[in-house]
Structure formats: C-alpha cells, structure tokens
C-alpha cells in the first residue's frame, strides 16, 4: 500500500515546491510502556497547500525500557532512524521533477543525523529542541 501510493505521489509533483512533512502519532498504547506508532511524511504543494499524497510511512512497535540503550546503540539500529529515512524518500521526489523539497518537523525530528547526512538536494525546517550556539554569534539559539 505504501509503495503504491508512493508512487502516486510521485507523479503528482513535477516541477512543485514540495513540504515534505513527518510526525509520529500513537495509534495505540496500552499505558504500560508498550505502544503501537505511525510515522508519516505526506508531500503538499507549498504555493497552494494541496496535500498530494504520501511520501513515506513506517509503523513502530515500542516496548519500553530501552531508554537507557539510547546512547549506546549505533545510529542504523535506533528508533531515530526513521526521521532520515523519511528524508531520503522525500529526496526522491527530486527525480520525479519536483522544483524543490524541504522537510518540515517538529522537534523531535531535530537529531545530528538529520542535518548532518540529509541529501544535499532537500532543505530543512525542524523546530529546535537543543540549545545551539549559532557561527559568530555570542550566546545560544533556542527557539
């Protein structure tokens, strides 16, 4: 189902400026550390805000506990993952026309990895959730 609208995405977006948008959502939790999530990225028309389709999607089973492994774990094997993955699907879009692609995500997207290996051919809006101290300047960024 993904691939194929997937693919029905990608044909919609010829010479478009896409806003590629992720988020997790909670599709079930059972209160007890142990949930079932959904994290979705959609492509929508930045000129016109029509929403075109689905770029990427990904389900996550969490059971919790792990928080701890967190800094242990190689990237490729955490939950995190998921926010770059969902990027490289929307630099995709680039080879089916589309003018432009920015990823767009609240906070929880804001991981080193993203910036730091995202495909040259997207740009990025992810609300902040570290301090940052920003080139030139004296004091930090915090949005």
């Not at 992720?22 to 209160?31: A, K, S, V, W």
């Not at 075109?52 to 939950?79: C, D, I, Y």
């Not at 879009?93 to 290996?117: N, P, Q």
């Amino acid at each position: 189902m993904i691939a194929t609208a997937r693919a029905r995405t990608a044909g919609l977006v010829e010479g478009r400026h896409i806003l590629a948008i992720q988020d997790t959502t909670t599709l079930r939790d059972d209160g007890n550390q142990r949930s079932l999530n959904l994290h979705p990225m959609f492509a929508v028309d930045a000129d016109d805000g029509g929403l075109l389709g689905l770029v990427n999607a990904v389900f996550l089973r969490h059971a919790g506990g792990k928080k701890e492994l967190r800094k242990t774990l190689p990237f490729s094997q955490k939950e995190s993952r998921r926010w770059l993955d969902a990027t490289h699907a929307a630099a995709r879009l680039m080879a089916s026309g589309a003018a432009c692609v920015t990823i767009v995500a609240d906070r929880e997207g804001d991981i080193y990895e993203e910036f730091a290996c995202r495909p040259a051919e997207t740009e990025l809006v992810i609300g902040a959730n570290h301090d940052r101290c920003l080139e030139g300047a004296t004091g930090f960024m915090n949005a």
